[in-house]
């Protein structure tokens, strides 16, 4: 049970940081699933479930949330700017 809500907290935590990055580029793009492997203040990596690693950046004016560790399962909507 602790397990689920920490999960929780820790998404709706990534939901607040990619508010901003929301509003400036659009809907998500993409889903991704899988494991925290790295975690710095402006990005972390996830290990996919295909064990390939995505960089998730959070938008400037935010910081990674202290609930996001290593080893923890997430769920993240991408959103990619346009070039």
Avoid: H, W, Y
Wanted: charged share 20%.
């Amino acid at each position: 049970m602790r397990a689920k809500q920490s999960i929780a907290v820790i998404l709706l935590a990534l939901l607040i940081c990619a508010g901003p990055a929301l509003a400036l580029f659009g809907p998500p793009t993409r889903t991704l699933r899988g494991r925290i492997n790295f975690v710095q203040q402006s990005n972390f990596v996830v290990m996919l479930d295909t064990n390939e690693f995505a960089r998730i950046m959070v938008a400037q004016d935010r910081r990674v949330p202290p609930e996001v560790q290593v080893g923890v399962m997430v769920e993240v909507k991408v959103v990619q700017a346009e070039d």
